[in-house]
């Protein structure tokens, strides 16, 4: 697949298609829900906390909407960094083969693991209820538009059909270029490194945090993946919050909508990927100032 996000478009139109009920947590990534709208399907929200959904709530989503897939990030969730643990992921799996649905695991954070591993549900799944999707994109480069989606039976076939239909196939030079990069000796040590990086990058954000932007609540301490989910004072404006950040120099995603339906509070997700960590204090002392504001 030329990239995940085409590998989600080409799953909702060839498995549930137009005006058809799809599952998904909430909140979760905003892609999703575009390439979900874009292929004209109905969403229905799932509720997910930092510890994933309730298993209970997706039997009775699955029951009251007829919907016969379900999207879902089990490990490092964007945007809240949540991971299942093994007796959830256990649990999920048997509501969706109790009901004869698809569950598409996005494992878009395999690599960005730092104190726990991501361990694909579809490691456990024996009946073909996964679809299982993983790029490449953010472990090596923006450029390098390659992702792969694992599933078998008709259902393979039917998504092969609208990727040929859509997309045709990925370049061969860039699947040659991704396969040379992941056999490499020196991409276990690439990966040992971004781990490395990425750990004090989030620890220091979490401190700048708290040091310069208390009201910012961080509800869960991720494991893995690239991001920070805050829950805001409840009057805080967002989009008021966004431009007075931009105005001092700061870029925040306040208005980016992560929500299938109506968010339960007002929220921001902030990246402590990028390489200019030095700059952390300085950003949470401006979105600190901009908060109190308010």
């Known amino acids: 697949m030329?990239?995940?996000?085409?590998?989600?478009?080409s799953i909702f139109a060839s498995l549930v298609g137009?005006?058809?009920p799809l599952l998904v947590e909430s909140p979760t990534y905003w892609g999703a829900l575009l390439a979900a709208e874009n292929a004209g399907v109905q969403l229905i929200p799932v509720s997910s906390g930092p510890n994933g959904p309730d298993p209970v709530e997706l039997s009775k989503a699955f029951d009251r909407s007829g919907a016969r897939m379900f999207y879902a990030q089990p490990n490092f969730a964007n945007p809240t960094g949540a991971q299942w643990t093994a007796a959830l992921k256990e649990q999920i799996l048997a509501v969706v083969r109790r009901h004869?649905?698809?569950?598409?695991?996005?494992?878009w954070a395999h690599d960005f693991g730092?104190?726990?591993s991501s361990i694909p549900l579809a490691a456990a799944d024996d009946s073909g209820h996964v679809i299982y999707i993983r790029s490449l994109t953010k472990s090596v480069s923006p450029s390098l538009r390659?992702?792969?989606?694992i599933t078998r039976g008709p259902a393979r076939d039917r998504i092969l059909a609208n990727t040929a239909?859509?997309?045709?196939?990925?370049s061969g030079l860039l699947q040659a270029a991704a396969l040379d990069v992941v056999t490499q000796p020196a991409w276990n040590t690439h990966l040992r490194?971004?781990?490395?990086?990425l750990s004090a990058r989030r620890d220091l954000l979490i401190s700048s945090l708290h040091a310069e932007a208390p009201e910012a609540?961080?509800?869960l301490v991720p494991q893995g993946g690239l991001n920070l989910w805050l829950r805001l004072p409840e009057h805080t404006d967002l989009k008021l919050l966004t431009q007075d950040c931009l105005r001092a120099g700061l870029a925040i995603a306040g208005e980016v909508n992560w929500f299938p339906a109506e968010p339960a509070g007002k929220y921001l997700r902030v990246n402590y990927a990028g390489e200019r960590s030095a700059e952390f204090p300085e950003a949470a002392r401006i979105l600190g100032e901009a908060l109190r504001s308010q």
């Open 165 to 170: 239909a859509e997309a045709m196939y990925v």
């Open 146 to 149: 390659v992702a792969a989606v």
């Open 2 to 9: 030329p990239g995940s996000q085409s590998g989600l478009s």
């Open 114 to 116: 730092i104190e726990s």
């Open 18 to 20: 137009a005006g058809q």
């Open 100 to 107: 004869s649905a698809f569950l598409v695991e996005d494992d």
């Open 217 to 219: 609540q961080l509800e």
């Open 193 to 197: 490194s971004l781990r490395s990086q």
